[in-house]
């Protein structure tokens, strides 16, 4: 069985791999109880500049998300079967789509980066802007 720690510090490979229905469900009761930890984790992560490994592997998610949303068209993941998201992951796993995954993630990372550095810069304006 998967739990939890294990999953948060496995690779990229080995997060790609199929995972079966137990072990979704589990993975998605853990995430659930450890929610305040990954909230807090979250919290102080954002007060960073990421480096150079993070930035890679969001702009990796973001490569896939455009992939997927490719693939579904006007459906959502979240209204998927496990089984359906599986045959997804599936899709993905497959060598051109990893090159297009890979292709496309190189040209996001600029993009990524800078949407990093931006979020330290005092915000100027908007809504939240005291006056």
Do not use: C, W
Not at 11 to 29: D, F, G, P
Not at 78 to 93: I, T, V
Not at 111 to 121: E, F, S, T
Request: proline residues 2%; aromatic residues 4%; without cysteine.
């Amino acid at each position: 069985m998967l739990e939890f720690k294990k999953y948060y510090h496995m690779s990229e490979e080995e997060v790609n791999e199929l995972l079966t229905i137990q072990q979704r469900v589990k993975l998605k009761q853990a995430i659930r109880r450890n929610k305040a930890k990954i909230q807090m984790g979250a919290k102080r992560a954002r007060r960073k500049i990421a480096d150079l490994d993070t930035l890679r592997k969001r702009s990796i998610k973001q490569a896939k998300n455009v992939l997927i949303k490719k693939f579904l068209k006007n459906k959502s993941k979240q209204d998927l079967s496990y089984a359906a998201r599986g045959a997804l992951e599936k899709k993905l796993a497959r060598p051109g789509a990893k090159n297009a995954i890979q292709r496309l993630a190189r040209k996001l990372l600029p993009q990524v980066r800078q949407k990093d550095r931006n979020k330290l810069r005092k915000p100027s304006g908007g809504q939240n802007a005291k006056s």
